[in-house]
């Protein structure tokens, strides 16, 4: 084969994929809306919303029974200051205390048991979509579904809370161990790398074993990469606003971040979805 035929060959490969993609990015936005996914995500949003208060305060315990109390006081109470009005602060710097002194052993048992039933809350909101997505019919009881669900906030909770402590707890942990620049660096990219792979590892749990049926292994991933990579954008986008757009001393500040958060909520949702869609139209592609 001459030099025009390998890159007329070449060309041909790279339309097929171009044309593939185009096809499969069609089929999911179409599914998107025949599987109602806009209403799915606003419903998966709300329970977040509300396994969130119980899920942050059970992480506050865990910095005090690992004896990282340090981590709130100099990393995370600096920003919350910043970012609340000084009654405001004052209230969740006095409720942080107890959480990490008297009241640790509470929230790592009744808190937690909280936070587990909202969690498989949110779990049991997301296994009606995935079951659309995936065109399966629910075959199990409402006490099974229950236990799919525990097990998974079970597995799935510990690996946001652990990806949420490393990247906030990360740079402590790394100045005290006093690496030299180079270490330093490497330390960095591996913590965001590890935190970045807890939270694949959660979103491919969900995939494989919240639907009705299994799926292979290998096909997984397609919709945690998608999922992961737009979560990433997103939380990106709010931590800018939280940061430099937000104005805290206001009413109206205050509302329009809860607005923002609530987006912000909304829009991982979509991305939630949308990426286990595309795993299923990649899927459907490589069937035939």
């Given at each position: 084969m001459n030099e025009s035929d390998r890159d007329g060959a070449r060309l041909s490969d790279w339309s097929r994929l171009r044309g593939s993609g185009r096809r499969m990015l069609g089929a999911g936005v179409r599914s998107f809306g025949e599987n109602d996914l806009l209403s799915y995500a606003a419903a998966i949003a709300f329970?977040?919303?509300?396994?969130?208060?119980?899920?942050?305060?059970?992480?506050?315990?865990?910095?005090?029974?690992?004896?990282?109390?340090?981590?709130?006081?100099?990393?995370?109470?600096?920003?919350v200051q910043e970012r609340v009005q000084e009654d405001a602060f004052s209230v969740i710097d006095r409720l942080a205390d107890e959480i990490l002194g008297e009241k640790r052993g509470l929230w790592l048992t009744l808190g937690a048991a909280f936070a587990l039933w909202q969690?498989?809350?949110?779990?049991?909101?997301?296994?009606?979509?995935?079951?659309?997505?995936?065109?399966?019919?629910?075959?199990?009881s409402w006490w099974q579904r229950l236990l799919v669900s525990f097990a998974l906030a079970l597995?799935?909770?510990?690996?946001v809370i652990g990806?949420?402590?490393l990247i906030q707890a990360g740079p402590r942990l790394?100045?005290?161990?006093?690496?030299?620049?180079l270490l330093a660096l490497l330390a960095h990219v591996a913590r965001w790398g590890i935190a970045l792979a807890l939270l694949a590892t959660a979103v491919w749990l969900l995939i494989r074993y919240a639907t009705a049926d299994r799926h292979p292994l290998a096909w997984s991933g397609v919709g945690t990469v998608f999922v992961v990579g737009s979560w990433i954008l997103a939380s990106l986008a709010f931590g800018l606003y939280a940061t430099y757009v937000a104005d805290y001393g206001s009413v109206f500040g205050g509302l329009a971040t809860i607005w923002v958060l609530l987006t912000y909520l909304y829009l991982s949702s979509l991305a939630l979805l949308f990426g286990i869609q595309l795993d299923s139209c990649v899927r459907s592609e490589a069937a035939g």
């Amino acid at each position: 084969m001459n030099e025009s035929d390998r890159d007329g060959a070449r060309l041909s490969d790279w339309s097929r994929l171009r044309g593939s993609g185009r096809r499969m990015l069609g089929a999911g936005v179409r599914s998107f809306g025949e599987n109602d996914l806009l209403s799915y995500a606003a419903a998966i949003a709300f329970q977040v919303l509300f396994a969130l208060i119980p899920l942050v305060l059970t992480a506050v315990a865990l910095l005090g029974f690992l004896g990282l109390e340090e981590v709130w006081e100099s990393d995370i109470a600096p920003q919350v200051q910043e970012r609340v009005q000084e009654d405001a602060f004052s209230v969740i710097d006095r409720l942080a205390d107890e959480i990490l002194g008297e009241k640790r052993g509470l929230w790592l048992t009744l808190g937690a048991a909280f936070a587990l039933w909202q969690v498989s809350g949110a779990i049991r909101t997301t296994m009606s979509p995935l079951n659309a997505i995936y065109g399966s019919d629910e075959r199990r009881s409402w006490w099974q579904r229950l236990l799919v669900s525990f097990a998974l906030a079970l597995a799935i909770g510990p690996l946001v809370i652990g990806a949420a402590l490393l990247i906030q707890a990360g740079p402590r942990l790394v100045r005290a161990l006093e690496l030299p620049g180079l270490l330093a660096l490497l330390a960095h990219v591996a913590r965001w790398g590890i935190a970045l792979a807890l939270l694949a590892t959660a979103v491919w749990l969900l995939i494989r074993y919240a639907t009705a049926d299994r799926h292979p292994l290998a096909w997984s991933g397609v919709g945690t990469v998608f999922v992961v990579g737009s979560w990433i954008l997103a939380s990106l986008a709010f931590g800018l606003y939280a940061t430099y757009v937000a104005d805290y001393g206001s009413v109206f500040g205050g509302l329009a971040t809860i607005w923002v958060l609530l987006t912000y909520l909304y829009l991982s949702s979509l991305a939630l979805l949308f990426g286990i869609q595309l795993d299923s139209c990649v899927r459907s592609e490589a069937a035939g």
